[in-house]
């Protein structure tokens, strides 16, 4: 399909998606937001894809949602049309694992859309913020409920409620990023990460993903038993068996998805 917001490219088994609105820093507009849907359901849906990597510019991810597009609106307008409600459901629903790789600005809807992957690598450069506090307006895909649930409330309400920015550097010491890289090798030491996990069993990574993020949902408790679950079901793949061989003959498994 062609994109004209974004690009997509499929190299082996991973969906790299580049968000392409460069003279807007790639703010998020319903036409990217609508091409980002479309692609994530795309690699969700396709055989051939076991990853997904989206990255914006080096200068930035995404400045946020459109503030051109969001000015005019009334709130009769925002609330039928559940302005943003339909893209961070579908973006939060993809099954399979997606990493941002973060360059530059991830602002107001940007470091969401960065939290809605399943985990971030941010380029030195990175500076995350939820800057909507001097629009008037808050938060409205995740920054004040996922940032808070990643660095805990006292940040959260730091950069909610003043509209600073965190550098990358304090973005992994608060537990917001995975790991910070220098900005030439962003997209390569994602795509590597892609890789790793793209040679493991289809099936434990889906579960990985879906008990992870069971863990926001649920108390303790049932977060544990359903993690048991899963675990135990583990048992009856043959990935399992070959996992299990395959260490014990001190070889690569070979794993087969079945
Ligand atoms: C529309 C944007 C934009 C945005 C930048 N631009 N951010 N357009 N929406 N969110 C446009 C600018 O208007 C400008 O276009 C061009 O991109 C370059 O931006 P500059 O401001 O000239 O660049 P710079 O001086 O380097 O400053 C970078 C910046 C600044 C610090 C990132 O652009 C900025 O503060 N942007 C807004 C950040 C923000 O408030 N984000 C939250 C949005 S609300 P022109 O045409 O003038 O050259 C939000 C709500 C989320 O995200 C709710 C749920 C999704």
Not at 24 to 37: D, I, P, R, V
Not at 78 to 85: K, Q, R
């Amino acid at each position: 399909m062609a994109y004209e917001t974004i690009k997509v490219q499929t190299e082996d088994n991973i969906a790299l998606i580049t968000l392409d609105r460069p003279d807007a820093l790639n703010a998020l507009n319903s036409q990217l937001l609508g091409e980002l849907c479309e692609a994530l359901k795309e690699a969700d849906e396709s055989d051939r894809v076991r990853c997904i990597v989206i990255t914006g510019s080096e200068k930035a991810f995404a400045a946020g949602a459109d503030v051109k597009e969001m000015a005019g609106k009334s709130y009769v307008e925002a609330y039928v049309e559940n302005l943003y409600g339909a893209e961070a459901e579908r973006i939060g629903s993809v099954r399979k694992p997606v990493i941002a790789a973060v360059a530059g600005y991830a602002l107001g809807g940007g470091c969401e859309l960065a939290m809605m992957c399943d985990f971030i690598i941010a380029a030195e450069n990175a500076k995350f913020g939820q800057p909507e506090v001097n629009l008037g307006i808050l938060a409205g895909m995740g920054g004040t409920q996922r940032l808070t649930r990643a660095v805990g409330k006292a940040k959260a309400m730091d950069m909610n409620l003043t509209g600073r920015f965190m550098d990358a550097e304090e973005a992994e010491r608060a537990g917001l990023v995975s790991r910070v890289v220098p900005a030439r090798k962003l997209v390569q030491e994602a795509m590597e990460a892609a890789e790793k996990i793209a040679h493991k069993s289809q099936l434990s990574v889906l579960a990985i993903k879906e008990s992870v993020g069971r863990s926001f949902e649920t108390p303790l408790s049932e977060g544990l038993l359903h993690e048991r679950r899963l675990f135990q079901a583990t048992f009856a793949s043959e990935d399992q068996t070959e996992g299990m061989d395959a260490f014990l003959e001190k070889r690569e498994p070979q794993f087969r998805d079945k």
